[in-house]
């Protein structure tokens, strides 16, 4: 199949056999290596049932393949792919998305599990080049290896990543992201993410039933942090609302947005003690440089607190200009006029 993007090729199975970025003219998956593969692993942990994947997980697994159906639908704004696949008592059901404007792949998983002490697991194995991969945590990110030369690179076999995990080489990448799911791996060339582990103490019944989850592969040129990875993953994780309501078209500003690109805005709330606003952003890409934010109302006065909202610094005046650090974190109180 080929879309704006990408030329896809699939098994009889519905399995990914290729990849091809057109764009880059490059191919994506690692040759002879199945993408979006789905394995069950026997998962019987040692102790904590519910909790802890042990090491040895990976001697027995099991295939995804009784693929039931597929069909194709066609718009002006993506193709969607609909598989159906049988797995002992339960069912998967994905709609992968190729968008017409988008580069990012959504996997839409609904699933009807009914398994015991079996780990559901996606791989993605990458034609990148890297010896360490990139996991977005709370207000940063951080590299882990690849490879595994100690014991401790070999405790690393899960690891855990909030909205999005990348490999990049030199001048491409390719990120895995969530909206919901959050143990990784990340071993040689292959990037994978676990989906549903049905444990049985302290519940018999721990994941039964119906799980609906989105996973995304986000292929890009450049670095992350020069591909908006951390964006994409935010627009998966919050998605668009369309609600009916009046726009009033004199007003083109935000209600508070910052004038760079490695800054994200993470709290916009009331003062605890008063009718103050409090703004708190944090640098996300790893560097230094002036930040202003702009807001689409008045402001009187500007502070800087701490993450408590106690003052941390004098009250200013005039526009909200300040030079952030690596990952750092700030909070100010801002005082609309009235």
Known sequence: ?????????????????????????????????????????EDRPMKYDAWDIDIYYQEKGYEVDDLKTVSVEKSSLMTKVKMDWNYQDSTISQEIRFYNDNRRIDFVTHADWHEHQQLLRVLFPLDIRTSEATFDIQYGNVKRPTYENTSWDMAKFETVAHQWADYSETGYGVSLMNDCKYGYSAKGYVLGMSLIKCGIHPDYAADQGIHDFTYALYPHSGSWQESGVQKEAWRLNNPLWTVEGAVDAEVQSAFCKADTDHVAI???????????????????????????????????????????????GEEMTGELKVTVRPYEIRTFRVTPKK
């Not at 709290?267 to 930040?291: N, Q, T, W």
Request: hydrophobic letters at 35%; charged letters at 30%; a negative charge.
């Open 1 to 41: 199949m080929d879309t704006p993007f990408y030329h896809i090729v699939w098994d009889k199975k519905g399995r990914m056999t290729s990849i091809f970025d057109k764009e880059n003219d490059r191919e994506i998956l690692k040759a002879g290596e199945l993408g979006n593969h789905l394995v069950v692993y």
């Open 266 to 312: 993470d709290c916009i709330k009331k003062a605890e003690d008063s009718e103050d606003l409090i703004i708190r952003f944090h640098e996300y890409a790893g560097m230094r440089g002036p930040v202003t934010l702009n807001f689409g109302f008045p402001v009187d006065s500007w502070q800087e607190t701490d993450l408590m909202e106690n003052p941390d």
